[in-house]
């Protein structure tokens, strides 16, 4: 039998390009052309990915032909499958993006490789059915995150990346403590046969709850979750917009999931411990997520500490774990790593345009730039979820589901989370569009035609993923079943004896 | 054995935090260098410490060694070298970028001149 390919394209097409860029040394276009296809293709092969797993469900390939649980699967569900066609769409609009916004100087010096090595790592996380593996793919991506957040080597990147690779490696450390404990207590590697082995486990689960803590230390300092935030807002000021697009849209949503597919399928027994322990953890980053962005008005900023808020309500919805609340939690993960992305470029066009990111210093814009105006208005309304506009749903389900578990205070403090985010999402859009005019003699005469390409993209993307909501519901409904029927995840493991 | 062993590693992560917590740059990429050693002993320890015996399950072999923490052992200290060996470059250009190794004044935004 051969080992079947395809649920490995998507990691594999963005490692060979990174490959073949280093070998075509520094040549900026050739770099540009070779990013570009390789991220349609691995668009291609997520799209028949969703339509495979639509139709025939899970996807498993054993490397090497190993019979699970003993080597290395790479398995697919719906929830992988929808993140690894998302993450595809993110990078192709990045890419597109980068041409006019990041600089000769870094393109010169393998930015496009870093991006795909990154995207190889996040796709590698998203689609890997083995913990340890999971952990390489981690040490993946943050590698190539730490180049990219360096990579120009400003004061303000050396100064701030040395941080972020301090508290990512400490954190990875743990992540390795972590499963050495896992191992020890399960005896397996691969996250299907642990949660089989769980299961029919009669006996003392205490070690498991500590195991929860360690796990959730390693993952929420990734994702940015309360008290382990404190180095984000910091460390996603420094590097320049693009790379903020994708670390904003893409490394702390690999958290996330990191989180609900752990606690899905390890964490089953205390679940009175553990989840509320997530839920509380997930309330605090929402506020302290709403604080911050309430307390700039530097652009970037407020869109930073927007991740937080979204960070927490995603938890919340994780941290329920039922199907009404890990149906929200997955549709708001999809459409928050699409209008971040969105967000952050289009702050970024105007930060480029202006040379500004103190919001109160823009005014007026609206006379010279209306259709990007008017795309951050839609932009913002979709961030705080206005029916039709895609977070709208996934906030629905969420509450719902905070309401029917008797969480009102859960579903209160989402509810006003969300106005939170539309006052401090409105208030860029009122200071810098609205509002008395700036000198427009300040204007930088960029080159934009790509920039608003790229955020216009984007935005259509999410108001069509919103239009949709009701097609797509069936995918969601797949996908979040792998977690609240965990059952459903380890089916592809052969039947033991 | 993995008694004296896990007690090693807990001097090491010990140790590892006290060297972290200093404002110096290059003793905090010490204690990170140190807590990997740790972990990577506990990652060791965890498959049981035994001598003599084959790595291989097989019907015949009842007494059998694990052979796969020292895999993932394997994997984990080449992935801390490499990030050991890039914080350490990071390390020496931020000190000329900057001019301090101390993490006390690497705060607040700095304007490039």
Same mark, same amino acid.
Request: without cysteine.
């Given at each position: @039998?051969?080992?079947?390919?395809?649920?490995?394209?998507?990691?594999?097409?963005?490692?060979? =390009?990174?490959?073949?860029?280093?070998?075509?040394?520094?040549?900026?276009?050739?770099?540009?052309?070779?990013?570009?296809?390789?991220?349609?293709?691995?668009?291609?092969?997520?799209?028949?990915?969703?339509?495979?797993?639509?139709?025939?469900?899970?996807?498993?390939?054993?490397?090497?032909?190993?019979?699970?649980?003993?080597?290395?699967?790479?398995?697919?569900?719906? =929830?992988?499958?929808?993140?690894?066609?998302?993450?595809?769409?993110?990078?192709?609009?990045?890419?597109?993006?980068?041409?006019?916004?990041?600089?000769?100087?870094?393109?010169?010096?393998?930015?496009?490789?870093?991006?795909?090595?990154?995207?190889?790592?996040?796709?590698?996380?998203?689609?890997?059915?083995?913990?340890?593996?999971?952990?390489?793919?981690?040490?993946?991506?943050?590698?190539?995150?730490?180049?990219?957040?360096?990579?120009?080597?400003?004061?303000?990147?050396?100064?701030?990346?040395?941080?972020?690779?301090?508290?990512?490696?400490?954190?990875?450390?743990?992540?390795?403590?972590?499963?050495?404990?896992?191992?020890?207590?399960?005896?397996?590697?691969?996250?299907?046969?642990?949660?089989?082995?769980?299961?029919?486990?009669?006996?003392?689960?205490?070690?498991?709850?500590?195991?929860?803590?360690?796990?959730?230390?390693?993952?929420?300092?990734?994702?940015?979750?309360?008290?382990?935030?404190?180095?984000?807002?910091?460390?996603?000021?420094?590097?320049?917009?693009?790379?903020?697009?994708?670390?904003?849209?893409?490394?702390?949503?690999?958290?996330?999931?990191?989180?609900?597919?752990?606690?899905?399928?390890?964490?089953?027994?205390?679940?009175?411990?553990?989840?509320?322990?997530?839920?509380?953890? =997930?309330?605090?980053?929402?506020?302290?997520?709403?604080?911050?962005?309430?307390?700039?008005?530097?652009?970037?900023?407020?869109?930073?500490?927007?991740?937080?808020?979204?960070?927490?309500?995603?938890?919340?919805?994780?941290?329920?774990?039922?199907?009404?609340?890990?149906?929200?939690?997955?549709?708001?993960?999809?459409?928050?790593?699409?209008?971040?992305?969105?967000?952050? @470029?289009?702050?970024?066009?105007?930060?480029?345009?202006?040379?500004?990111?103190?919001?109160?210093? $823009?005014?007026?814009?609206?006379?010279?730039?209306?259709?990007?105006?008017?795309?951050?208005?839609?932009?913002?309304?979709?961030?705080?979820?206005?029916?039709?506009?895609?977070?709208?749903?996934?906030? $629905?389900?969420?509450?719902?589901?905070?309401?029917?578990?008797?969480?009102?205070?859960?579903?209160?403090?989402?509810?006003?989370?969300?106005?939170?985010?539309?006052?401090?999402?409105?208030?860029?859009?009122?200071?810098?569009?609205?509002?008395?005019?700036?000198?427009?003699?300040?204007?930088?005469?960029?080159?934009?035609?790509?920039?608003?390409?790229?955020?216009?993209?984007?935005?259509?993307?999410?108001?069509?993923?919103?239009?949709?909501?009701?097609?797509?519901?069936? @995918?969601?409904?797949?996908?979040?079943?792998?977690?609240?029927?965990?059952?459903?995840?380890?089916?592809?493991?052969?039947?033991?004896? | &054995?993995?008694?004296?062993? /896990?007690?090693?590693?807990?001097?090491?992560?010990?140790?590892?935090?006290? &060297? &972290?917590?200093?404002?110096?740059?290059?003793?905090?990429? /010490?204690?990170?260098?140190?807590?990997?050693?740790?972990?990577?002993? &506990?990652?060791?320890?965890?498959?049981?410490?035994?001598?003599?015996?084959?790595?291989?399950?097989?019907?015949?072999?009842?007494?059998?060694?694990?052979?796969?923490?020292?895999?993932?052992?394997?994997?984990? /200290?080449?992935?801390?070298?490499?990030?050991?060996?890039? /914080?350490?470059?990071?390390?020496?250009?931020?000190?000329?970028?900057?001019?301090?190794?101390?993490?006390?004044?690497?705060?607040?935004?700095?304007?490039?001149?």
């Amino acid at each position: @039998m051969t080992t079947n390919i395809l649920p490995l394209l998507p990691i594999m097409i963005p490692f060979f =390009a990174g490959i073949i860029m280093l070998f075509t040394g520094q040549r900026p276009l050739v770099h540009r052309v070779i990013a570009t296809i390789s991220s349609l293709l691995i668009i291609i092969s997520a799209i028949w990915l969703v339509v495979l797993v639509h139709r025939n469900g899970t996807i498993a390939t054993f490397l090497g032909d190993w019979a699970p649980p003993f080597g290395i699967s790479v398995v697919i569900d719906m =929830a992988a499958a929808l993140l690894l066609l998302t993450t595809a769409i993110i990078t192709l609009f990045t890419v597109i993006y980068s041409f006019q916004s990041i600089g000769v100087e870094r393109e010169k010096f393998y930015y496009y490789v870093m991006v795909m090595f990154m995207i190889s790592g996040v796709n590698g996380a998203f689609s890997t059915g083995d913990i340890f593996n999971m952990f390489v793919f981690f040490e993946v991506f943050l590698l190539a995150s730490y180049v990219l957040i360096t990579l120009g080597g400003t004061k303000i990147q050396l100064q701030e990346g040395f941080k972020y690779i301090l508290v990512n490696m400490i954190s990875s450390n743990f992540f390795v403590l972590a499963l050495a404990y896992l191992y020890s207590v399960t005896g397996s590697l691969n996250m299907a046969d642990i949660h089989t082995k769980l299961e029919g486990f009669e006996g003392d689960y205490s070690i498991m709850s500590l195991l929860a803590v360690v796990f959730l230390f390693v993952f929420a300092t990734k994702a940015g979750v309360f008290p382990l935030y404190f180095w984000l807002p910091g460390s996603y000021y420094a590097p320049p917009m693009p790379v903020l697009v994708l670390f904003g849209a893409l490394l702390t949503k690999v958290g996330i999931y990191a989180i609900a597919r752990t606690y899905s399928l390890f964490f089953i027994d205390n679940v009175e411990f553990t989840h509320q322990m997530l839920l509380l953890l =997930a309330l605090a980053t929402i506020i302290m997520g709403s604080i911050g962005a309430l307390s700039y008005a530097d652009m970037k900023r407020i869109i930073i500490y927007n991740i937080l808020i979204a960070v927490g309500i995603i938890l919340v919805g994780v941290a329920m774990m039922d199907k009404a609340g890990m149906l929200g939690a997955f549709y708001y993960l999809i459409h928050d790593m699409i209008i971040k992305a969105a967000l952050f @470029m289009l702050v970024g066009f105007l930060i480029y345009r202006t040379g500004e990111t103190n919001a109160e210093r $823009l005014g007026g814009l609206i006379k010279i730039h209306p259709i990007t105006g008017w795309m951050f208005f839609i932009a913002a309304l979709s961030l705080a979820g206005v029916p039709p506009l895609p977070g709208f749903y996934g906030k $629905l389900f969420i509450v719902q589901s905070t309401f029917a578990n008797d969480n009102y205070i859960a579903g209160i403090l989402v509810l006003i989370s969300s106005l939170v985010v539309l006052y401090s999402v409105i208030r860029i859009f009122i200071s810098a569009f609205w509002g008395e005019d700036m000198d427009f003699s300040r204007l930088k005469p960029v080159k934009s035609d790509k920039l608003l390409f790229a955020s216009i993209a984007m935005v259509i993307v999410s108001v069509a993923f919103g239009l949709a909501a009701d097609a797509l519901y069936p @995918m969601f409904e797949m996908a979040a079943q792998s977690f609240y029927d965990p059952a459903s995840y380890s089916n592809y493991l052969p039947e033991v004896e | &054995m993995e008694l004296i062993t /896990i007690i090693l590693s807990g001097i090491l992560i010990g140790s590892a935090v006290y &060297m &972290m917590l200093s404002k110096s740059v290059l003793r905090i990429i /010490i204690g990170t260098a140190l807590l990997s050693h740790g972990v990577h002993l &506990m990652l060791l320890t965890m498959g049981q410490l035994k001598r003599g015996n084959i790595p291989v399950l097989d019907e015949e072999v009842s007494n059998y060694s694990d052979p796969l923490p020292q895999a993932l052992i394997l994997t984990a /200290i080449v992935i801390a070298f490499a990030l050991t060996a890039y /914080i350490l470059v990071l390390a020496l250009r931020s000190y000329r970028e900057l001019g301090t190794d101390d993490v006390e004044q690497m705060k607040g935004v700095p304007h490039d001149d």
